[in-house]
């Protein structure tokens, strides 16, 4: 038998918070009764569209008590002036540069282009508002756009996070909008030796260490459908292969019920294989362990 560690984690993008996205979120956790990885974004309390909205409450409903709490960072204007640093219009994602305007303009842009001591502002403010609101401890960041660079770990070993996931796989975004466009020349760089086998490990910065957890199998965003088999058997032969093999796999709360039956199909596709077993896990389960055996 083949045991597949499989982590389901979901980006929380700051921009809305639609019912389909949290009943669909909801109806998921409910059918395979997994734990989940949320990598909340404090951008909610500051966006006008949003932080009248219940948000709080919206979270709280969502995650059950199995669930995780990571931090999630993009760089729009309203938070950003929030935590008193100055906004940047560039880098961006695309480039044809960022397409929201007003207090949303920055959600585009790649958190490499600030500096040090401005990502420790928007990192600790993160960290503030979300712990405060009781949704933490916070030790697992993903950034926006999967856009991770040395000046960013550091901050996030100043504010005392153990687990870093935006490590990804260029490749993944094929066939999708983003294919040849900034997001996925920076993911090559960014991640050159990353691939879907990719196996979690060790940062070291400051004399300390963040575990990686390889985004290794992407954002379902992305995925084309004809993909979901050949993934999901991608994974089997990853985890008879190596040891230590974790599956990780990325969603988008603000996109969830436009996506979830491909993940659906790709968990079913797995459970199809007579000598395969899906075990679901999260970040720290993951850390744990390694601790475990060191």
């Known amino acids: 038998m083949v045991n597949i560690k499989l982590i389901i984690s979901m980006d929380w993008e700051g921009c809305d918070l639609l019912d389909r996205n949290l009943d669909s979120i909801k109806e ?34 969502t995650m059950q008590s199995d669930d995780e709490a990571g931090l999630h960072l993009h760089a729009p204007r309203h938070f950003v002036e929030s935590a008193g640093v ?34 420790d502002r928007l990192i600790s403010h993160s960290k503030t508002i979300l712990e405060d609101k009781g949704l933490g401890p ?8 999967w856009m991770c660079d040395e000046k960013l770990i550091d901050s996030l070993a100043d504010n005392e996070f153990e687990i870093e996931s935006s490590a990804t796989v260029a490749e993944l975004l094929e066939g999708s909008s983003w294919e040849n466009d900034n997001l996925q020349r920076y993911i090559s760089l960014m991640w050159d030796d990353i691939t879907m086998d ?14 990686e957890i390889p985004n290794n199998l992407g954002a379902i965003d992305y995925w084309q459908p004809s993909w979901i088999e050949i993934l999901a ?12 093999y974790v599956a990780v796999i990325n969603s988008h709360q ?41």
């Open 138 to 145: 916070l030790k697992s960041f993903r950034a926006g756009g």
């Open 233 to 244: 058997q991608k994974c089997i032969e990853n985890a008879q292969n190596k040891t230590n």
């Open 86 to 119: 100055g906004l940047k219009n560039g880098p961006t994602f695309s480039k044809h540069g960022d397409y929201n305007s007003g207090q949303e303009f920055g959600q585009e842009v790649m958190l490499h282009g600030y500096s040090k001591p401005e990502l």
């Open 28 to 61: 998921f956790k409910k059918k395979w009764n997994c734990p989940i990885t949320h990598y909340l974004n404090a951008g909610y309390y500051t966006n006008p569209n949003t932080m009248m909205d219940q948000v709080t409450d919206k979270i709280h409903m």
């Open 254 to 294: 603000e996109t969830f019920s436009d996506n979830v039956d491909k993940l659906t199909s790709f968990i079913e596709s797995i459970k199809l294989c007579p000598y395969a077993n899906v075990q679901f896990t999260n970040n720290q389960e993951v850390l744990n362990k390694l601790k475990e055996s060191a």
């Open 198 to 211: 990719s196996s979690p490990y060790y940062l070291t910065t400051n004399n300390r260490k963040l575990l």
